[in-house]
C-alpha cells in the first residue's frame, strides 16, 4: 500500500508539474491544446487505474470481478461516445431552426 501511495503522490505531483507545462511551442499551436489534454488524461488514467487495482483489490479478485471493471468502463466510454457523437454532430446555429 505504501508503494502504490507513493506512487499516487509522484504523478499527483507530475500531474501538477504537466499542468504548469505547455507543449505548444513543441507541437505547434495546431496541436497543442490537444496534446495537453491527452497528457493529462494519461496521467488520471494511470492514477484511477492504481486505485482501482489496488486500493478496490480488483487485482486480487476472481476474473469475474476483473471482467465486471472492464464492462462497466466499456459501457462508459460507449455512452460518452454516443453523447459526443450527438454534440460533434449539431450544427452552430441550432436555435436558428427551432423557431
Known amino acids: ?19 504548469k ?17 491527452i497528457v493529462a488524461l494519461g496521467i488520471a488514467c494511470t492514477k484511477a487505474s492504481l486505485v482501482i487495482l489496488f486500493f478496490m483489490h480488483v487485482k486480487y479478485e476472481s476474473k469475474l470481478v476483473g471482467l465486471a471493471v472492464v464492462s462497466s468502463v466499456i459501457w462508459l466510454a460507449f455512452l460518452l461516445l454516443i453523447t459526443m457523437s450527438d454534440y460533434w454532430t449539431r450544427a452552430a446555429d441550432w436555435h436558428l431552426f427551432t423557431r
Not at 507545462?21 to 489534454?37: E, M, R
Open 21 to 37: 507545462f505547455d507543449f505548444t511551442p513543441i507541437v505547434g499551436p495546431a496541436l497543442g491544446g490537444f496534446v495537453n489534454n
Open 1 to 19: 500500500y505504501f508503494a502504490i501511495f507513493f506512487a499516487l503522490c509522484v504523478l499527483n505531483v507530475v500531474t501538477v508539474l504537466a499542468a
